[in-house]
């Protein structure tokens, strides 16, 4: 997943400083706004914000945070600030303003770094990370849907669920169960972030619902490739013999025995077209309804929205 942070600053100084210092990290991608242009850029919704208070020329300090902390969607993005002012009156005025982080200058380069890595695993610890998958979860999901909504970007969401799960459960137990979620994970992983999809997204919902954001345009393909990947793979979470009955036998609440096809994997995938979507809510009322039309079909199926605007 790729963190962008902004660097707000109107000289070249930190940008510089921060690219060398993590150019061997492709996972954190470092954005440089002029402090006159900070609003214009918020919509971007950026994991961290860091402000150079010695390189701002054009408005205050004080004034960059209130228009980032004024912004509805960064209302609660973390801002580390970077100053050579050391005193306590300033620093305790900055503070007020909902700044996380009073870096006072001079910093190595090298506690930055670790202290920039830190913050974001933090965030997505907070923010919810799913402790089975590792994967982000609701609040991650909802803030990155909602980014691409906003930068208007054409994408297509896939939303994974898995049939059967609760007769797996029911036969094999929770730790069975847990086993097979991080094994779709796996597999999910690995084919949406198959090649050079760096811009693609990943989210783990709950239970054995993942729903990924993809930006490439052979997100058919990457479906057939998970589905394939999957049902030879989930055969080993099964023993000989329901494997060769193709069917689990579970009591239902009356005792008597019912018969459910082996787990399988049903993909509903929704392409967002430019102005077709006003709100998340609206992407997730879609999903849900092409999501059914995949599990209603026999054994691993997808089915894919490609409505435009009219």
Known sequence: ???????????????????????????????????????????????LIIINEDNLHEISLSEVCKVIRNNEDNSITPIMVLTSNSTLRHE????????????????????????????????????????????????????????????????????????????YNDTYGFLGGDEVIKETARIIIKNVNSGENSHNFIGHIGGDDFVALVTNKNYEEICQNIIL??????????????????????????????????????????????????NILEIGEVGAQIKHLAKVTPGSAYAINRRKVS
């Not at 200058?105 to 770094?113: G, H, Q, R, V, W």
């Open 92 to 167: 305790k005025a900055i503070l007020k303003n909902e700044v996380e982080y009073y870096i006072i200058k001079p910093i190595d380069n090298e506690c930055l770094f670790y202290m920039i890595k830190n913050i974001i695993k933090l965030l997505y610890r907070n923010r919810g990370i799913s402790p089975l998958t590792k994967l982000p979860g609701n609040l991650p999901i909802q803030s990155e849907l909602k980014k691409r909504l906003l930068k208007k970007q054409e994408f297509a969401v896939l939303y994974f669920d898995l049939d059967n799960f609760k007769a």
């Open 1 to 47: 997943m790729i963190h962008e942070i902004f660097v707000v600053e109107d000289e070249d100084d930190l940008i510089n400083d921060l690219k060398s210092t993590f150019k061997n990290n492709d996972e954190i991608v470092f954005k440089k706004i002029s402090s006159k242009e900070i609003n214009d850029h918020l919509l971007d919704i950026p994991t």
């Open 229 to 278: 990947e999957f049902d030879k793979k989930i055969l080993d979470y099964f023993s000989e013999a329901d494997v060769e009955k193709g069917f689990l036998e579970v009591p239902n609440r009356k005792g008597i025995m019912e018969e459910f096809p082996l787990v399988s994997l049903s993909i509903g995938v929704v392409e967002v077209s430019k102005g077709r979507f006003h």
